[in-house]
């Protein structure tokens, strides 16, 4: 290639480029965009959150400080003005150790799992991560993937959750699945099918469940209906809300007590349906106490 | 150790292995690849055999194995030959990397002396997709589609074939499922892919990747050879990072594409380049998260990776 050809291309790459730089727009750090919206009391937390940096800053599931600080941002608006989130017994989340928080699944959209995360993000006793389960076409969502693992959420495979556990992290789950998220109105605060997998994964890992009830998920977003035969990134239904928005109702989360399960079985009984069935049932009731009784504190839907 | 084979020795890794086991002294060193001698000269240590074998013959497999191996009273045979060449496929191919390693590992099992037989397995053998763990276990599902290129499934029925050796045999087996090897000549696909100017990678989709440098493959195997026990390990690498920064650290442009459009360029660009990245080989593996969990190599190998790569790689 001839130096004059050499330099006329180097030309074009740098007009194209603008530099050394990428081809497209580098997108903002996290912590930067952060640092605009969040508080610096709620920022100073996620520098206290422990995270297994494989050397580059993230862990093996693709989480970072700076996606973490960007969930705070992203969350910031929907947690503190749109939904006005209050905290209810956030003190049982325990400080150490493996943790399965269990809550009741609604509203269309999963802004609960977002909302639940924020919070204890932003208020948990000590800086814990909740590493949000979420379900596999979410994986094959652009954009949405690299978002929600940057700040901490998982596919819903097993070996994930034994992998967290192991390390004694906060997993969030929703037994219900999108049987859940996806039930008509006429069923809202009714929980769903109970399914048992977080159950077993507490008593092998000797883990404390936390149960956890969202009041007003549920008239956030009503359905009109659903299509079913639409099955965008393989999303079990594509469904059709009543608003083009999330409804500004007043959210709140009520954490119940925990349910020390190493205290009461060993790891063994995860091998004995029994013991699962049942401590699934303690949970499924737990969840269902808490939903009462966060109704009947709640004044309004928007209050 | 009273000896070692390797096969693909003329590889930067099967040469820096050589290297490696000279000087340790750890016995012979029988190195075998198809280049000439004097080629081979040029890139194997001093002070190591040389044997020019076309493994895709059985006549010429047997006749190393009980040629000079059995001379040289070989107790180890480290296999890491493969094609490097992915657009490669077809019969010859599938002979190099599946019915080679069965011939190998039968007659190994033949000769008195071998007693460890370390074959090289890859990341890529792993069912990567959003319903399957984002850390492999060494009993994570293998992609076992028959949708899946060749380069996969190849590596897929000699993994399953070493394996399956595991117990039968008087050999012990030990498979080394190796995370992306970051080094040229070497059948990386990593490298192919971060040698590019610019790289396209799947829009919206940012998956972490585990990079393996050549001074940790040559750790890992070497303990594998030296410990001589038998098993399935995941050889990790001490990068484990998002395909992004894998990008920008090698000092390459990462262009966003739509996915689709990503099998169609890089099928063109390998047509009219000598690059070749398949996307259609790595499709999952720049979707999805696609890292190995090396505890067990830790515990029974006591290989733990500590050489992280230069960045940017020389000639990436």
């Avoid at chain 2, 090897?181 to 919206?204: K, T």
Wanted: positive net charge; hydrophobic residues 45%; charged residues 20%.
């Amino acid at each position: 290639m001839t130096d004059a050809r050499a330099s006329l291309l180097s030309r074009v790459r740098r007009r194209l480029t603008g530099g050394a730089g990428p081809w497209l727009p580098k997108l903002p750090d996290g912590r930067a965009v952060a640092r605009w919206v969040v508080p610096v009391d709620e920022l100073a937390r996620v520098d206290a959150m422990p995270l297994r940096d494989l050397g580059h800053g993230y862990d093996a599931y693709g989480m970072s400080r700076g996606g973490l600080a960007f969930g705070l941002a992203l969350s910031h608006v929907l947690y503190h003005h749109w939904f006005r989130v209050s905290s209810h017994g956030i003190g049982h989340l325990p400080t150490t150790g493996p943790v399965v928080v269990v809550a009741n699944h609604s509203g269309t959209l999963p802004l609960d799992g977002l909302m639940i995360c924020a919070d204890i993000l932003r208020r948990s006793p000590v800086p814990r991560v909740p590493r949000a389960v979420v379900d596999y076409f979410v994986g094959r969502m652009p954009v949405v993937n690299t978002v929600f693992t940057r700040a901490g959420a998982i596919g819903g495979s097993r070996a994930n959750f034994h992998d967290l556990l192991d390390h004694g992290e906060v997993i969030v789950v929703f037994p219900e699945g999108t049987a859940g998220i996806g039930k008509g109105w006429d069923k809202r605060y009714e929980l769903q099918r109970w399914t048992h997998g977080h159950a077993e994964l507490a008593l092998r890992h000797g883990a404390t469940i936390v149960p956890l009830a969202v009041i007003g998920a549920e008239e956030q977003l009503p359905q009109l209906g659903r299509l079913a035969w639409l099955h965008a990134f393989g999303a079990p239904f594509l469904p059709i809300p009543a608003s083009p928005l999330p409804l500004p109702v007043h959210l709140h989360l009520w954490y119940g007590p925990p349910i020390r399960v190493a205290e009461r079985w060993s790891p063994d009984d995860a091998h004995d349906p029994e013991v699962v069935a049942q401590v699934a049932a303690q949970s499924r009731a737990a969840v269902h106490q808490l939903i009462h009784q966060g109704l009947r504190a709640r004044t309004g839907v928007f209050a | 150790m009273s000896g070692v084979l390797i096969s693909g020795a003329t590889t930067p890794l099967g040469a820096a292995l050589a290297a490696d086991l000279r000087a340790h002294d750890d016995g012979p060193v029988l190195c075998v690849g198809v280049e000439a001698d004097e080629l081979a000269a040029d890139v194997l240590p001093a002070g190591v055999d040389y044997q020019r074998v076309d493994l895709t013959r059985p006549r010429h497999v047997r006749s190393l194995l009980f040629g000079p191996v059995r001379r040289l009273g070989v107790s180890a045979v480290v296999h890491l030959a493969a094609h490097r060449d992915a657009r490669r496929e077809g019969g010859r191919v599938h002979r190099l990397h599946v019915d080679a390693t069965r011939l190998m590992l039968r007659l190994a099992d033949d000769l008195p002396s071998v007693r460890t037989f370390v074959h090289r397995s890859s990341v890529l053998v792993y069912k990567n997709r959003t319903d399957q763990a984002d850390v492999f276990r060494e009993d994570a599902p293998l992609e076992l589609s028959p949708r899946a290129p060749q380069w996969v499934r190849d590596r897929v029925e000699a993994d399953v074939t070493a394996c399956a050796h595991m117990g039968t045999g008087r050999v012990r087996v030990a498979v080394l499922r190796c995370a992306e090897l970051l080094a040229p000549d070497v059948g990386s696909q990593l490298w192919d892919y971060l040698s590019g100017r610019v790289c396209l990678r799947p829009a919206g989709f940012d998956p972490m990747i585990e990079v393996l440098s050549v001074a940790d493959a040559v750790a890992a195997l070497r303990a594998a050879v030296t410990h001589g026990a038998g098993g399935v390990f995941n050889i990790g690498g001490a990068d484990v990072l998002p395909l992004s920064s894998a990008i920008r650290l090698s000092g390459r442009d990462a262009l966003p594409v739509p996915g689709p459009l990503l099998g169609p360029l890089y099928r063109l660009r390998a047509a009219v380049s000598d690059r070749s990245f398949r996307y259609d080989v790595n499709r999952h593996l720049l979707h999805f998260n696609g890292v190995l969990d090396g505890r067990r190599a830790a515990e029974v190998l006591g290989y733990r990776p500590t050489h992280p790569v230069t960045w940017p790689a020389p000639g990436a």
